[in-house]
């Protein structure tokens, strides 16, 4: 990974299947995460995806340009939801651009982490240990 490296794009569907699994391995049952009715009555767009879920996939990405190196910090602010359909999936699409190595060897990675072509995440990044 050179500095000013283009990394990218991996995407990942995301279903409601999966969102069902991730509540249970997380313990966030809130259900506008696995029900349409509950999502729409509170005013979101439908059923939504955790936003842990899609930063997790976030440092899926990561690890698969890294090749599983350290991952320091991994973050952002959750700009849009991530509405999953009932048949078929959204589709998350990660990209980046690899920073400059510091002193202590550590990288910066400048994210975009999109659906649909609409941010999802701002201002993400990840720092990993060149």
Same mark, same amino acid.
């Given at each position: 990974?050179?500095?000013?490296?283009?990394?990218?794009?991996?995407?990942?569907?995301? /279903?409601?299947?999966?969102?069902?699994?991730?509540?249970?391995?997380?313990?966030?049952?809130?259900?506008?995460?696995?029900?349409?009715?509950?999502?729409?009555?509170?005013?979101?767009?439908?059923?939504?995806?955790?936003?842990?879920?899609?930063?997790?996939?976030?440092?899926?990405?990561?690890?698969?340009?890294?090749?599983?190196?350290?991952?320091?910090?991994?973050?952002?602010?959750?700009?849009?939801?991530?509405?999953?359909?009932?048949?078929?999936?959204?589709?998350? /699409?990660?990209?980046?651009?690899?920073?400059?190595?510091?002193?202590?060897?550590?990288?910066?990675?400048?994210?975009?982490?999109?659906?649909?072509?609409?941010?999802?995440?701002?201002?993400?990044?990840?720092?990993?240990?060149?």
């Amino acid at each position: 990974m050179n500095a000013g490296e283009t990394l990218g794009p991996v995407t990942f569907a995301v /279903t409601r299947a999966d969102l069902v699994a991730y509540a249970v391995a997380s313990g966030d049952h809130n259900p506008i995460h696995v029900d349409e009715s509950v999502a729409l009555a509170v005013g979101l767009p439908g059923v939504i995806a955790h936003g842990m879920y899609t930063l997790a996939l976030v440092g899926r990405a990561v690890a698969e340009w890294t090749g599983g190196a350290e991952v320091v910090e991994l973050g952002g602010k959750f700009v849009a939801p991530v509405v999953v359909p009932a048949e078929g999936a959204a589709e998350v /699409t990660v990209a980046g651009t690899v920073g400059e190595v510091d002193a202590d060897g550590l990288r910066a990675l400048a994210l975009e982490v999109t659906v649909e072509g609409r941010k999802v995440i701002g201002a993400p990044k990840a720092i990993v240990r060149a």
